[in-house]
Nanobody, 127 residues
């Protein structure tokens, strides 16, 4: 079983930056697909970024965050990160990390269903 704990959420002004962290523990050797999602009040949960941990570490980003957000991980520390730059008010949401074992890179990067979720960390961006 895998456990996930997010941190790093905060209130910032537009144009600011934040780095979200997700600490992973448990049977992390089973994970090869890691992702960040977000959910704003009254809206559906949406995928923000995904990382396939095998090979070269292929990534996927939602169009709304391309060029501003970067997903990365530190294997030695069992950490997943989301660096968020040039934040906009529309980035305000609860952010969740999620993991799974995918059948391959394409399956990972196109996946919207994940096995394990964290409790979330709140990001609020003011104009």
């Amino acid at each position: 079983q895998v456990q996930l704990v997010e941190s790093g959420g905060d209130s910032v002004q537009a144009g600011g930056s934040l780095r979200l962290s997700c600490a992973t523990s448990g049977y992390t050797y089973s994970i090869n697909c890691m992702s960040w999602f977000r959910q704003a009040p009254g809206k559906e949960r949406e995928g923000v970024a995904r990382l396939y941990t095998y090979g070269g570490g292929a990534t996927w980003y939602d169009d709304s965050v391309k060029g501003r957000f970067t997903i990365s991980r530190d294997t030695a520390k069992n950490m997943l990160y989301l660096q968020m730059n040039n934040l906009k008010p529309e980035d305000t949401a609860m952010y969740y990390c999620a993991t799974k074992r995918a059948a391959g890179g394409d399956f990972c990067l196109s996946s919207t269903t994940f096995d394990t979720w964290g409790q979330g960390t709140q990001v609020t961006v003011s104009p």
